[in-house]
């Protein structure tokens, strides 16, 4: 017996012992894939608020054009805004930010780097990420993604202002803030790759003995697939952001055509011979599999949150499991419905709106084996489970309200107008976000030891529900009523100023939401402290990462777990109580 | 195509309201109460299956029916060329240009050096014998003909723009160093007189706001209680909000109670893709005109060699 005692996970943990790193190698330089989980959680959670913060500063423009932007107005620079009323380059580098700052330095690291790194060795028996020193050099890298987004704000004439799509020839001929993101940019989609391969390496290599890959949970089987899309789509972007810098600065015309005139003046420095579609291909490849990189990771955990508080397995696992490896796959074929206003042809339009209509279908069974899963449930009312219920009706919103933009009779109408704003933040906001706060409230427990609040949950939950929906449901009016998206003053122009009412309504919303969230940022630092402390396993659930003390120690689990069953096994008829841990085995 | 939006849409609400009702009933029967457990055994439910089939084909027929008939028409069917009306579109930062051939029916040249504020397109206007010397260029201003086929050239000098007449469900990207053909007829009803009846609206003046009507003007003399034009027809709010406010200040104090307003000019051509800084001010008012009035104004506008503006 003695001699198995020291395999090598004996001596891993032992070595460990050995040397104790020091404040920076434990808290700051760590390898450890938790501290590495909750650095990304924290920084982008930051930069949510941040994101949130510029959004909020737009609304005031568009609510009440041509005012000075109360409280904040007289701190707002000179390229943003003259005498604290905005200015168009203001406004438009604000749209640009949000959207780069929300996709790429808040959900992404949110969904991926914060609960990816901390639950998925976890769960799947791990001690710790493949490899550790990858992990942290993600991190560091996205950190200095975001420092060099951040610093563009103080580049001459202002952050990049061409739209977080960057589209071309517009971003090459625009200041000097757009150097600034497309540096950022490369950084950011450096430190995805670099978490992506671990991902997959993790989940492949490192899972715990009997933890088959139909035993994974379902949101490991989500990581996995969001680890092949950054993996897989990423890398266009990251040579199109080259070549987008190479046009900028060293003269070259990948994207500059022939013979342009820019406010009278012929373009003589470009040669010229590109093409600016070629851009909007290689952004769009990239960018419509980056929408299931930001949804999958919520879902993954909306369907652990609904697992555990329904107490019955997961209605369909395998239906949901070839689901999501589905729409993975076709999240590569659909990316040219975001150009059909670009002139194209109908054989080549006819082919995306049929890849676009099929890949609704993996969507809809999803939602569905999710509903189906509360029937003859036992559903408990906490508040990861509220967020959770929340995640359903707004991402069947968002999904439905696609299909009028992806029949492309019906887009020439709707393109690029706020029916699309509202669409795409109905999957992201309401949808995705809310994803994610479920995950914050349900394995807070599992991180600090202690619960956050319920009541304070509660009260963060209901007014954000609403007013959540009062920012973005106003705009698919708008939007068929033909405003505009990225207009400065959307009053300018007849339509615009005919449902002036409505945007009136969104950004109140929008102020609102923000005070809404004040319950949660006091109940998360209260609670880090000062919240109830709790068993390891609080939730009463069955996948491993409740098998691990909390907080779970470095190397994670006191003895290596070995699973016996799939991962909800809930209200299993015969057995003392309504939930079967995968690292027990089932009772005769 | 507004019809399928319609259809979608009713669609849409018939799929969510069904799944509400399931998720509502879920949430209100199945909650947690002493006594009573989950159960372990999945549903046998064939509903899913069926609503996810009866998705596909709707969607199947949405696409086959609907929609690529559509498409296609919208773009592979232009009109024939001696029916319609061929103009050039040049999409530039922050302004549309069109260009007409003229009475000659030739589109003259153009050179990049010869670009001025006034001649944007640089035709060669100094030659009299160029196919260009009776062409026609208005900035921010499109004439067109009602009832007949339009055909209109897109392209653009700088960045991308999007050619866009939202009441006309016309839409369409402008791309330098290429050249995007579309066409669209306006029926014969959609003069600007026939729009502005129709998009008359009255309400009462506490509720009214200048960003709402600021491009509105009083489509009847609005009298105060003494009996005194407050208001005049054709008359509108002002060109600020701060005139509007004090505008309609003044209009409640003299007692009237409701407006009657319709739009100075009910048709726009807007650019739908971010082009810079001045992006939501890059509008062209639409003038429609029936063929002999349209025939006229080319008469008229041809005939000086200059372009057509001289007020730059």
Known sequence: ????????????????????????????????????????????????????????????????????????????????ASGGVLVGDGYNALGAMHGTIMVF????????????????????GAPDMAFPRLNMASYWVYFLGGVVMLGSFFAPGG????????????????????????????????????????????????????????RLPFFV???????????????????????????????????????????????????????PLLWQHLFWFLAHPEVYVLILPAMGIVAEVIANNTRKPLWGYKSLVYSVVFLGFMSFVVWAHHMFMTGMGTALSTFFQATTMIISVPSVIILTCLIISLYRASIRYTVPMLFALAFLPMFAIGGLTGLPLGLTASDIHLHDTYYVIGHFHYVVAPGTIFGLFAGIYYWFPKVTGRKMSDLLGKIHFWPS????????????????????????????????????????????????????????IFNFFWSIWKGRKVTDNPW????????????????????????????????????????????????? | MDRIIDVVHVFMLLLFVGWGIFFVHCLRRYRQKPGHAATYQPVKAKVSKYVE?????????????????????????????????????????????????????????????????????????????????????????????????????????DVIHSFSIPTM?????????????????????????????????????????????????????????????????????????????????????????????????????VCAQLCGNSHFKMKALLVTHDQAGFDAWIEEKSNPVEPSFEDF
Not at chain 1, 486 to 506: C, K, N, P, W, Y
């Open chain 1, 1 to 80: 017996m003695s001699e198995h005692g020291h395999g090598p996970q004996g001596r891993h943990g032992h070595d460990h012992h050995g040397d104790e790193p020091g404040f920076w190698q434990k808290y700051v330089f760590s390898v450890d894939h938790k501290v590495i989980g909750i650095q990304y959680t924290i920084t982008s959670l930051l930069f949510l608020f941040f994101g949130f913060c510029l959004m909020m500063i737009m609304r005031w423009q568009l609510a009440y054009p041509n005012s000075v932007v109360p409280v904040i107005g007289k701190y707002l620079g000179g390229a943003m």
């Open chain 1, 105 to 124: 330095l808040g959900i992404v690291p949110l969904g991926v780097g914060g609960f990816g790194n901390f639950v998925l060795p976890l769960q799947i």
């Open chain 1, 159 to 214: 952050a990049a202002a061409s739209g977080w799509t960057s589209y071309t020839p517009l971003a090459v001929t625009a200041l000097s803030g757009q150097t600034w993101w497309l540096f950022g940019m490369v950084l950011l989609i450096t430190s995805s790759l670099l978490g992506s391969v671990n991902f997959i390496v993790t989940t492949v290599q490192l899972r715990a003995r009997g933890l088959s890959f139909f």
């Open chain 1, 221 to 275: 089987w989500a990581q996995f697939v969001t680890a092949f899309l950054l993996l897989l789509a990423f890398p266009p972007l990251e040579a199109a952001g080259v070549l987008q810098l190479m046009d900028r600065l060293a003269g070259t015309s990948f994207f500059m055509p022939s013979g342009l005139v820019v406010s009278g003046v012929p373009q003589t420095q470009y040669s010229g011979g590109g093409s």
């Open chain 1, 465 to 520: 529900f609403i007013f959540i929906n009062g920012i973005f449901f106003p705009m698919f009016f708008s939007g068929m009523a033909g405003v505009l998206r990225r207009q400065f003053d959307q009053t300018e122009q007849i339509h615009g100023a005919a449902a002036h009412g409505l945007t009136v309504m969104s950004s109140w919303s929008a102020w609102l939401l923000a005070v809404a969230q004040i319950p949660f």
């Open chain 1, 540 to 588: 009463e659930a069955t996948t491993l990462e409740w098998s691990a003390p909390s907080p779970p120690p470095h190397g994670n689990f006191a003895t290596v777990p070995v699973v016996y069953c799939g991962p909800y096994e809930y209200s299993v008829p015969g057995q003392k109580t309504d939930f079967c841990p995968q690292h027990v085995a089932l009772e005769a």
């Open chain 2, 53 to 157: 089939v009866a998705v596909g084909i709707f969607e199947a027929i949405l696409l086959l029916v609907f929609s690529m008939p559509v498409w296609a028409e919208y773009k592979s069917s232009p009109p024939p060329a001696d029916q319609r009306m061929e103009v050039r579109v040049v999409g530039e930062q922050f302004q549309w240009d069109f260009h007409y051939a003229g009475k000659d029916g030739v589109f003259g040249k153009m050179d990049a050096r010869l670009i001025t504020a006034s001649n944007p397109l640089g035709l060669r206007v100094d030659d009299p014998a160029d196919p260009g010397a009776d062409d026609i260029v208005t900035i921010n201003e499109f004439h067109m003909p009602v009832g007949r086929p339009m055909y209109l050239r897109l392209t653009s000098k």
């Open chain 2, 169 to 269: 469900r016309v839409k369409q990207d402008v791309i330098p160093g290429m050249e995007i053909p579309i066409w669209f007829t306006a029926v014969d009803g959609a003069t600007a007189e026939e729009l502005r009846r129709q998009m008359t609206e009255t309400f009462p003046v506490e509720k009214a706001s200048w960003y709402r009507l600021r491009h509105h003007v009083a489509a009847i003399d609005h009298m105060g209680k003494d009996g005194e034009v407050v208001l005049a027809q054709g008359a509108d709010l002002g060109p600020t909000k701060a005139d509007g406010d004090e505008k309609l200040e003044a209009l409640a104090k003299t007692g009237v109670t409701e407006l009657t307003m319709q739009p100075r000019v009910p048709l726009e051509v």
